[in-house]
């Protein structure tokens, strides 16, 4: 009788154990590579996709996957689920969308990693890769600059960025802001470099 429980008290504590190594997945992570043509990612649907393709090479399936994007018809805090989020060392990111768009969330350069669990270069590194794609508002809802909707690599539209590494020129606001600090100089690959980043963004998992 005795054995039983301790049994079933073992079992109880793997299941537990294992449920919470599955919670804590990888559920969130900066891309490590732009696409390829800037800012055009191919809209919404070609920016899901590559944060897809970079999960599952990394060996992390059965989630599906949202670029943090906004555009004229959609939020960037629409598109990405309830949380909580993880990231690639199980660190957590954020407990919901509240606190992701609150001074709670826990984004920055030593947690900001790729998907493959590496740290992205931040301001002060060669090169800089700071500039991460929204087209967001702090608040995570449009702002104007969207790269038309994420469909353009001209230099005659831009993109607002945020800084993953909450650095920037000065101590404000805007330059420690991980989704909105200021619009690119374009929408190129090139103009995306210019100004500190790499045409890289956000992704999370909605499940």
């Known amino acids: 009788m005795k054995t039983t429980t301790v049994l079933a008290v073992i079992g109880l504590a793997c299941s537990l154990g294992a449920a919470h190594a599955q919670d804590s997945a990888m559920s969130f ?11 055009d990612l191919g809209g919404l649907e070609g920016a899901d996709a590559h944060c897809a393709a970079l999960a599952e090479a990394a060996g992390v399936t059965g989630k599906t996957w949202r670029a943090y994007l906004s555009t004229s018809s959609e939020d960037a805090r629409d598109r990405i689920g309830e949380g909580p989020w993880y990231n690639a060392a199980g660190t957590e990111i954020a407990a919901d969308v509240g606190s992701l768009h609150s001074a709670d969330n826990a984004i920055g350069k030593e947690t900001g990693l790729d998907e493959t669990g590496a740290i992205v270069n931040g301001r002060g590194d060669d090169p800089n890769r700071h ?10 809802t449009a702002a104007e600059q969207t790269c038309e909707d994420w469909t353009s690599s001209s230099d005659d539209s831009s993109g ?21 600090s200021h619009p690119s100089r374009g929408c190129s690959l090139a103009a995306l470099q210019g100004t500190g980043g790499d045409g890289l963004f956000y992704c999370f998992a909605t499940d």
């Open 29 to 39: 992570f900066v891309t490590s590579a732009n696409p390829g043509q800037g800012g």
């Open 131 to 140: 500039d991460i794609l929204t087209g967001s508002a702090s608040d995570g």
């Open 160 to 180: 607002m960025v945020g800084h993953h590494d909450r650095m920037g020129l000065d101590d404000s606001a805007a330059s420690r802001s991980w989704n909105s």
